[in-house]
């Protein structure tokens, strides 16, 4: 029973995650549509770096709690998405652009797949 009302509080934290990551992705796409257009340019540079280090803390939270999941033994996942959620982690920049994400760790540039990693949460929940 204890086991059970755990797993509930992490997929109900799930399903959280992901529509915080979700209402940042569309937010992000909405202030791309107002480029070029009469808004404040100024104002819409500015709404779009809060969206994107909105994202970055959500990403990061989503892949802190996909970790958790695992570690207690909730779920598995393959070494691609083990990848995916340690470069968004320990990123040291992150990047929001044409509808990728892209991160960067004292590496260099480190592959993350967000939509692969959203794909991957909501896969869990319909499961």
Known sequence: MADQVKKNVYLEALEDMITLC???LKRLRDLDAYTGTAVSESQVKK???RAVLTLE?????YC?????MRENSMITYDDDTRMDIN???HCTRFE???GEISVWSLNGRERADAKKL???GQALLNA
């Open 118 to 120: 959203l794909d991957f």
């Open 47 to 49: 709404d779009r770096r």
């Open 87 to 89: 470069a968004v982690i």
């Open 57 to 61: 803390l959500n990403m990061a939270s």
């Open 96 to 98: 929001y652009a044409d």
């Open 22 to 24: 979700d209402m940042a």
């Open 64 to 68: 802190v709690l996909l970790r958790k």
